[in-house]
């Protein structure tokens, strides 16, 4: 019986043998390429550019000489990405090595990873007691949830899934082969710091593997193994983003409004994980301001409901400990108690899905197996079969619709329009449906409504100036005085981060030294691409031609540059490395949130993608 399986020894768990393992991958991989099909034509889109299409250390493929700078703290990767996960651009670069700027091979290793989680999580769940059948049903449900699409349609969320198959390999080894589970562990931390969630879970696995008995003296070492890769993967990935102005995101001024906002996340991700409903690109929810808002005060109820059930499960070492510390765990660094300004994501329910799952496989099992209970005049046997055969014809129904809503879901990562498109529809008042809207007033000529607009974005943390001066819809405003204000200011907010930033890099001075371009700063942008030209980067031709074109300039402050005045080799879709999305689950890490497409046809340097919600404070 499942609950007892439940309940207690390693016994009592089966196994997933390499044949049929081998098996359901394969099923998987047909399954998912099935489901993401849409995509798998996209084309690089958003922080892609920074991470992987414009990235040297990638383009270079498996180059032995990238290794140093690829996992130097200080080193360009670093520089690149605001980001300490060298697994996550050598990956990358291995992609790069086989199908170079294809975006289909890029598309194709997400999805043929994802498989590999799915069948992960059905060992997973069968190490923890679960059924076969229920098991193999739970893996099917993470396969085609719509909410994972965001992590796998979205080529540098490679990162994502990638470490969540370590994380995963290192628990499945975690009590067998702990020496491998370690190695497996501090791979998926370097592929992203998220992965840290993979120690708690360990911890409730050890926990409730044998009640009879405390945690085992060699459990707790690999534990503490473990803890100190956490703490110092973490310390990395927390300096690199402060090159990024991380530090720099303040709390909400009302603690209040900030608890409430925390508890309404919680809820609109479990309403997400349940029903799809809700699901965006780049969302903007708003703070909760208000004591009646039903979302906070719906996850008041089921964030306390949760604590209790997990302190009960932990104290009665119930399997059921495992799954939500997975899920909790998972969601804590995302939760806004340390807030950052893109608090909501569809690809943070990547981590929170398995342990939700897991917990809906043991509540199914339970019912089927109490089906016995509430049977009059019919034998046991019969009631339970029939229960169970209702419960895996709603799961299978539930598989079914997650399929038809995430190939939905998939067509919007077919273009960066589309991806745009999708968070302006559900965002109407955010920040992408802002940017829409002034490139349209941009493009009319009308000079009043983009020097708004575009101010309106800068308050609201928006500072690609290079994005305006490149993209020819602006170029009949550009030389308007209210509109160069604004872009002054975006520029003014790089420059300033120059004269923060310790050690930059060679690309970090050159992207600086635009800044002072556009502001008419001749002097300091060619003090910052003399230093640059020094380091003797990658860059070095560039750097020259920049420094040629300055010194055959006139005297004075240059007009702020037209569409065709941008710097060379500036590319205004690409993610420029400095700017950072902490909510990827890594408090630190990166997700430069850059929204796509705000005039996807006139990129013809991009495929058709490029705009840019970069905060200003992220």
């Known amino acids: 019986m499942a609950s007892d399986a439940m309940a207690g020894g390693p016994e009592r768990r089966a196994a997933l043998s390499w044949r049929v393992g081998l098996g359901l991958f394969a099923l ?55 980001n300490y996960a060298p697994l996550h651009i050598l990956l990358h670069a291995s992609v790069w090595e086989i199908s170079g700027a294809d975006t289909r091979g890029h598309h194709l290793a997400n999805v043929v990873l994802h498989a590999l989680v799915s069948v992960l999580l059905v060992a997973f769940f069968l190490r923890t007691g679960l059924p076969r059948p229920a098991a193999i049903a739970g893996g099917l449900l993470f396969l085609v949830h719509p909410a994972n699409v965001e992590a796998v349609a979205w080529i540098f969320q490679l990162k994502t899934v990638a470490s969540m198959a370590l994380a995963l390999a290192a628990l499945l080894a975690f009590r067998a082969r702990p020496g491998v589970a370690t190695a497996l562990f501090a791979l998926a931390l370097l592929t992203k710091i998220s992965a840290a969630f993979a120690l708690p879970v360990a911890f409730a696995l050890a926990w409730t593997d044998d009640r009879r008995v405390g945690l085992r003296r060699a459990d707790a070492g690999v534990l503490a193994t473990w803890a100190v890769l956490t703490l110092v993967v973490g310390v990395l990935t927390w300096q690199a983003a402060q090159r990024g102005g991380l530090g720099e995101v303040e709390a909400a001024r009302d603690a209040f409004v900030q608890a409430r906002t925390i ?94 799952i897991g917990l809906v496989l043991l509540a199914a099992c339970r019912v089927s197996e109490s089906g016995a209970r509430f049977g009059s005049g019919v034998r046991p046997e ?12 709603a799961l299978l129904g539930l598989v079914v619709l997650f399929s038809a809503r995430a190939v939905d879901r998939t067509r919007v990562w077919s273009s960066g329009a589309l991806v745009t498109a999708d968070a302006a529809i559900h965002y109407p008042d955010g920040s992408l449906a ?28 928006y500072v690609q100036f290079g994005m305006i001066v490149g993209d020819p819809a602006y170029a009949r405003v550009l030389r308007d005085p209210a509109v160069h204000a604004v872009i002054h200011d975006m520029a003014g907010w790089w420059t300033a981060r120059a004269r923060e930033l310790e050690h930059p890099t060679e690309d970090e001075l050159w992207r600086f030294a635009q800044a002072h371009q556009v502001r008419g700063e001749a002097a300091q942008a060619r003090e910052l691409l003399e230093r640059a030209l020094a380091l003797e980067g990658a860059r070095t031709e560039l750097l020259r031609a920049e420094l040629a074109r300055l010194s055959a300039a006139d005297a004075g402050s240059p007009d702020t540059p037209a569409a065709s005045d941008a710097p060379a080799d500036a590319d205004p879709t690409d993610a420029d490395p400095t700017d950072v999305d902490p909510g990827d689950t890594d408090p630190p890490d990166t997700d430069q949130r850059k929204a796509t497409g705000a005039d996807p046809e006139s990129r013809s340097d991009s495929g058709g993608t490029g705009s840019s919600s970069n905060s200003k404070a992220p």
Do not use: K
């Open 263 to 356: 508890c309404a996340l919680a809820a609109r991700y479990v309403a997400m994980a349940a029903t799809t409903w809700g699901l965006s690109t780049f969302h903007e929810p708003a703070p909760v301001t208000s004591w009646l808002d039903p979302w906070w005060l719906a996850g008041l109820a089921g964030l306390a409901a949760s604590a209790w059930c997990t302190l009960a499960a932990l104290r009665a070492r119930r399997r059921e400990a495992v799954y939500w510390v997975f899920a909790a765990n998972s969601w804590l660094p995302v939760s806004q108690i340390v807030p950052f300004p893109f608090p909501l994501a569809d690809r943070y329910l990547y981590g929170i899905l398995p342990g939700l």
């Open 434 to 461: 802002l940017l829409l809207s002034t490139t349209t007033a941009a493009r009319r000529g009308d000079v009043d409504t983009t020097a708004r607009q575009l101010r309106e974005l800068f308050e609201r943390g």
């Open 28 to 82: 998987a991989v047909i399954v998912s390429a099935g489901v993401y099909r849409a995509a798998l034509d996209g084309p690089f889109v958003s922080d892609d550019y920074g991470y992987v299409a414009h990235n040297p250390l990638v383009a270079d493929g498996l180059a032995l000489e990238n290794l140093w700078p690829i996992f130097d703290p200080q080193g360009a990767g670093v520089a690149q990405t605001v």
């Open 382 to 393: 019969a009631v339970t079969a029939r229960v169970r055969a209702v419960t895996v014809a």
